[in-house]
């Protein structure tokens, strides 16, 4: 149980491009999801945390206006990087979480954009 | 089908003394596991990690073991502290894909 999906699992796009990447949870109602980004010597940056049906709520640092998360249902949650560039190019990572506590989150297996 | 498992979603120790966090995988292929402590509100922060051509790491408190025959590692806290309290989440890598596989987390508590 708790299974959480992402897709696509990779995509390559050209610079300056908008990339939606989708986050599911397959078994379960997330009232919480959370984005996460993968940096060299695989640490992870949380970007932002959205609850079903309200704005999310970005770490400082995180440009809101260029990384639109949308959680449209109690299953889906997706990020939007707008006007990709290469510098965007890394493992975006999202976790979901059903008891709304930020405790207890499922990792999807990540998805992987390469802007050229 | 996870092929990452922590099989105890909580564990409760005494300060002083040792925590163990267990951690078992079904790939074959993975060949770098990692272990994040994630307090409450925060992202995960990377921890320990070992390669599969290793079977023990050690940094300060935390050793973490594996077991390849076995597909198992355990990550030992020692001496446990108060501040230790967190959900730590093992993880895993295949072939240098980049690729990271979470298990679903173990909720450390240790108390004073």
């Known amino acids: 149980g708790a299974v959480v999906s992402q897709h696509p699992s990779r995509v390559i796009c050209k610079s300056g491009t908008s990339v939606k990447i989708e986050c599911r949870s397959l078994?379960?109602?997330?009232?919480?999801m959370f984005w996460y980004r993968q940096f060299p010597k695989k640490s992870l940056m949380l970007m932002a945390t959205?609850?079903?049906?309200?704005?999310?709520?970005?770490e400082q640092g995180v440009e809101k206006d260029k990384f639109l998360i949308n959680h449209a249902s109690l299953t889906l949650s997706t990020l939007t990087v707008t006007s990709a560039h290469p510098e965007d190019s890394s493992f975006y990572i999202c976790?979901?979480?059903?008891?709304?506590?930020?405790?207890?989150?499922?990792f999807g297996p990540g998805t992987r954009l390469l802007v050229l | 089908d996870q092929q990452v498992k922590q099989n105890s979603p909580s564990l409760s120790v005494q300060e002083g003394r040792i925590s163990i966090l267990n951690c078992d995988y079904t790939?074959?292929?993975?060949?770098?596991f990692l272990w994040y402590k994630k307090y409450p509100a925060e992202g995960p922060t990377f921890l320990i990690s070992?390669?599969?051509?290793?079977d023990k790491n050690e940094d300060g408190r935390f050793t973490v073991f594996l077991n390849k025959s076995a597909k198992h590692l355990s990550l030992h806290i020692v001496p446990s502290q108060p501040g230790d309290s967190a959900v730590y989440f093992c993880?895993?890598?295949?072939?240098?894909?980049?690729?990271?596989?979470f298990g679903k987390g173990t909720k450390l508590t240790v108390n004073p």
């Open positions: 976790s979901a979480s059903f008891d709304g506590l930020t405790e207890t989150q499922y």
């Open positions: 070992i390669s599969s051509i290793k």
């Open positions: 790939n074959s292929m993975f060949d770098y």
């Open positions: 993880a895993a890598e295949e072939g240098g894909s980049e690729k990271l596989v």
């Open positions: 959205s609850n079903e049906g309200s704005k999310a709520t970005y």
């Open positions: 078994d379960f109602q997330a009232t919480t």
